[in-house]
């Protein structure tokens, strides 16, 4: 199923058919989905898809024109071995002739560790025949601190050569919900709450079976797909996870504040301070500033957050009761920890589904431009937006068995202290069809609700 890249999608295509010579940077974490992407883009397309591997560079030459071969059917590949990779480039240049060729380098970084000076080569490359050829290169790495390091940082030999590049983050809410059509939305609306929006996640969850059932058989038992993931992604990323794994499980446990995390974990501030930047660069975690914050880049009220839900969901539930898991108790943890976390998990899902969409749709409705948006932790206003004419958006979901509005009217009167004038109201609820699955409302002016 490929799902909520077709803006990506859409780039590619059109870059694949400038005519003109690219060189194309596309990273971002395991299991975002940048192997199907790029296959999409290759498939009704004269191009080499290869997929490096963690062995010596000859075996990766050697590889490398095996691709070459199938993908053009050369006859003068047979047996030929290339001593390095500026001369694989040269010979798939030479070969595209006139006709675009798309040349797919994925796992990149893998490349790079059996062939010291790879970059410099490319740029060698690049500079003498690349730019003159009818090639499209595309560089991509699931080791995002390699890839902006090494590859797109001003000391990297290939800095000022591509012609573009893309982070691929994780698929928005709403779009994450696409791979379980047969739920009801609210059970949809949990599946993220849990997995997040990355692809390879939400594709192991299936809607032939309960939610229960795939998470005791894909995350609550050691054979699961998903149980050591978060594991393997801080050890692809970090070499040594240890103290990360420790600040994560702090959050995760409600330490938002540098001084309360450096305690939980047994370090002083400014050392705590350095794992965490590491972790707001790989965006794992987040700091966030009150939106009502007059001050933001001085402010002394951010708070730290996990920015990934299923990060967090493996620090809330699966690392503190590894032990249970292990010794097959999954459907005890499922009762005892994670059934009665599903109702907040589906609270904070909601928040981000209403986050999202003041991103990206709420300015249709209002008729003004949302230029920025950050989280309430009010009773009834979860989120609010600011306009680009300094107009403010609050964004309202009625809870569930409340019927006074007294908090909602406080809320409203905070943050018309804090704006100086009345907010622009949303009301905001989760309907019960997949294809809309937030019912949107503008409150009149004059009105509360």
């Known amino acids: 199923?490929?799902?909520?890249?077709?803006?990506?999608?859409?780039?590619?295509?059109?870059?694949?058919?400038?005519?003109?010579?690219?060189?194309?940077?596309?990273?971002?974490?395991?299991?975002?989905?940048?192997?199907?992407?790029?296959?999409?883009?290759?498939?009704?397309?004269?191009?080499?898809?290869?997929?490096?591997?963690?062995?010596?560079?000859?075996?990766?030459?050697?590889?490398?024109?095996?691709?070459?071969?199938?993908?053009?059917?050369?006859?003068?590949?047979?047996?030929?071995?290339?001593?390095?990779w500026s001369t694989a480039l040269g010979f798939a240049a030479e070969r595209a002739g006139s006709e675009r060729l798309i040349l797919v380098l994925d796992e990149f970084p893998y490349l790079c560790e059996s062939t010291k000076g790879l970059p410099s080569q490319i740029q060698k490359f690049w500079d003498t025949r690349g730019k003159k050829s009818s090639l499209m290169i595309i560089l991509c790495g699931s080791q995002v601190s390699f890839m902006e390091n090494e590859v797109l940082a001003e000391r990297s030999p290939l800095f000022g050569r591509r012609t573009g590049q893309r982070r691929l983050e994780p698929l928005e809410p709403a779009e994450s919900i696409r791979f379980f059509p047969g739920w009801p939305v609210a059970m949809q609306v949990t599946a993220f709450g849990i997995l997040g929006g990355m692809p390879a996640y939400l594709r192991r969850f299936q809607d032939t079976?309960?939610?229960?059932?795939?998470?005791?058989?894909?995350?609550?038992?050691?054979?699961?797909?998903?149980?050591?993931?978060?594991?393997?992604?801080?050890?692809?990323?970090?070499?040594?996870?240890?103290?990360?794994?420790s600040i994560l499980a702090a959050v995760a446990r409600g330490a938002d504040k540098v001084g309360d995390i450096a305690l939980a974990v047994g370090v002083d501030s400014p050392t705590a301070g350095k794992y965490l930047h590491v972790l707001r660069e790989l965006r794992l975690i987040e700091r966030e500033v009150p939106i009502t914050d007059p001050n933001p880049l001085r402010s002394r009220h951010g708070r730290y957050r996990i920015a990934d839900r299923f990060v967090a969901f493996h620090f809330r539930h699966i690392q503190p009761n590894l032990s249970l898991i292990h010794a097959g108790r999954g459907e005890m943890v499922y009762r005892d920890k994670v059934e009665p976390d599903l109702e907040r998990l589906f609270d904070e899902a909601r928040q981000d589904f209403v986050l999202s969409h003041l991103r990206r749709e709420a300015a249709e409705i209002i008729g003004q431009e949302i230029v920025e948006v950050g989280r309430f932790e009010g009773q009834f206003v979860r989120a609010v937006g600011r306009t680009a004419q300094e107009q403010t958006v609050a964004a309202i979901v009625v809870p569930d068995g409340v019927r006074g509005t007294g908090p909602l009217e406080e809320e409203l009167l905070q943050l018309k202290r804090c704006f100086g004038k009345p907010s622009l109201k949303l009301v905001y609820g989760v309907t019960a069809r997949s294809d809309r699955p937030l019912d949107v409302e503008q409150v009149p002016e004059g009105e509360l609700l």
């Open 1 to 84: 199923m490929f799902v909520g890249r077709d803006h990506e999608l859409e780039v590619l295509e059109e870059l694949a058919e400038s005519g003109n010579p690219e060189l194309f940077v596309l990273y971002g974490r395991r299991r975002v989905g940048k192997t199907e992407l790029l296959q999409r883009l290759c498939e009704p397309r004269r191009a080499v898809y290869f997929l490096a591997a963690q062995v010596r560079e000859r075996d990766n030459l050697r590889a490398f024109r095996d691709a070459l071969k199938d993908a053009l059917n050369d006859p003068l590949l047979e047996g030929l071995e290339f001593p390095d």
């Open 209 to 245: 079976r309960t939610l229960k059932e795939n998470l005791l058989r894909e995350v609550l038992r050691p054979e699961g797909y998903l149980f050591d993931e978060v594991q393997f992604l801080l050890r692809t990323e970090l070499s040594s996870p240890a103290t990360y794994n």
